[in-house]
């Protein structure tokens, strides 16, 4: 099923943008597994729009109802459903949108596929909205995360033509990375912070948007985790980020950069440090054959500029059969990576998670 994921920590999550409400069945977590509430209310609001000028007016506090599963503080064993309410949403604004198909958007294709019967105000099963779900059990599944010693950061790589420094690949301390979390706009170098700022601003008083990258780390991984061929950790990372919505690429390690090296220069001299093996490089990334080598585990992810802009675009009528101008009104984030941030991370969490209690 399309809105389910996972093997052994299954998540379905369920809802529209516009609709009473959004959320999640969970299913597979161990009976007594603590859920740390002011954590995930804490991640949660990170997430949150309408905070700041760089975020959409939509105003949602993302509040969520635990229905089942938790008792005293501790998963009970059985599934757990959260709901989490829809409050703030202006659906005249998408009136237009039942005929006329956003650039960008999946208007068009979720029409075609749901034959005309899908929710199509706010973009539906297919909005940003519905990863409110994913930095819930992304949150649920840090805490155990951090039981284990592993800790899962991300900062803003990229906004625009505004670049970050990039994470040391051999590793950031556990401290750096929760620091992280801290910031509306995370990112190493304090000084590119207003730059990037100011490149969504630029490009929302142009009535116009911008996307970016988010590079993830996670430390504390042990080696030997993964399942090939298809259940690899890359391939069930990548299975996961692409579902966020706005991912349009991912790399692990040097990435597209090791087209353009030698072997030699690739490949992760290996050593011992006492009596664990470690890399002088990390090329892969933290991971070799799909498995997991004891190196940190790093990646990047591409996000899209918004495809909902006021500035006129092309697209069609589908009712009418015919070619029109659509200026897209309503409220909008010009940038959504700042706010990507902690889904992509709650969604690395869980995957690992998941994979390691195969």
Not at 286 to 312: D, E, Q, W
Not at 322 to 348: F, Q, S
Request: charged letters at 20%; a neutral charge.
């Amino acid at each position: 099923m399309g809105a389910t994921f996972g093997r052994n920590l299954r998540m379905t999550i369920f809802g529209e943008s516009h609709g009473k409400g959004i959320g999640l069945v969970l299913d597979g977590l161990p009976p007594g597994t603590p859920i740390d509430e002011e954590f995930i209310k804490e991640e949660m609001a990170r997430r949150a729009p309408g905070q700041n000028r760089m975020s959409t007016r939509r105003q949602e506090k993302d509040a969520y109802i635990i229905e089942s599963g938790v008792f005293e503080g501790k998963a009970t064993g059985t599934p757990l459903c959260v709901l989490i309410p829809n409050s703030d949403q202006h659906s005249k604004d998408y009136s237009l949108l039942k005929d006329v198909m956003r650039p960008g958007h999946a208007d068009y294709a979720g029409k075609i596929r749901y034959k005309g019967f899908n929710d199509y105000r706010g973009g539906g099963h297919f909005s940003g909205r519905l990863t409110a779900p994913l930095v819930f059990t992304g949150a649920v599944a840090k805490s155990v995360l951090a039981q284990k010693g592993i800790t899962v950061g991300a900062h803003v790589a990229r906004i625009g033509q505004i670049t970050d420094g990039l994470f040391n690949p051999l590793g950031e301390t556990a401290e750096c990375l929760q620091e992280l979390r801290k910031h509306t706009l995370p990112v190493l170098d304090a000084g590119k912070a207003p730059l990037m700022e100011a490149e969504i601003l630029s490009a929302k008083e142009q009535q116009d948007s911008v996307g970016g990258i988010i590079e993830v780390m996670a430390t504390g991984m042990p080696p030997g985790i993964g399942d090939p061929f298809f259940d690899s950790l890359e391939s069930r990372l990548s299975h996961a980020l692409f579902s966020v919505p706005a991912v349009k690429g991912i790399e692990f390690g040097a990435g597209f950069a090791v087209a353009a090296l030698k072997g030699s220069e690739a490949n992760d001299p290996m050593m011992f440090d006492g009596d664990k093996v470690k890399t002088a490089r990390n090329n892969n990334g933290g991971i070799t054959g799909g498995i997991t080598n004891g190196m940190p585990v790093l990646f990047r992810v591409a996000i899209k500029p918004t495809p909902s802009i006021g500035r006129p675009q092309q697209t069609v009528n589908v009712t009418e059969g015919k070619n029109t101008i659509l200026e897209i009104k309503g409220r909008h984030d010009p940038c959504i990576v700042p706010r990507a941030v902690p889904v992509i991370e709650a969604v690395t969490a869980w995957v690992l998670l998941d994979m390691l209690s195969e």
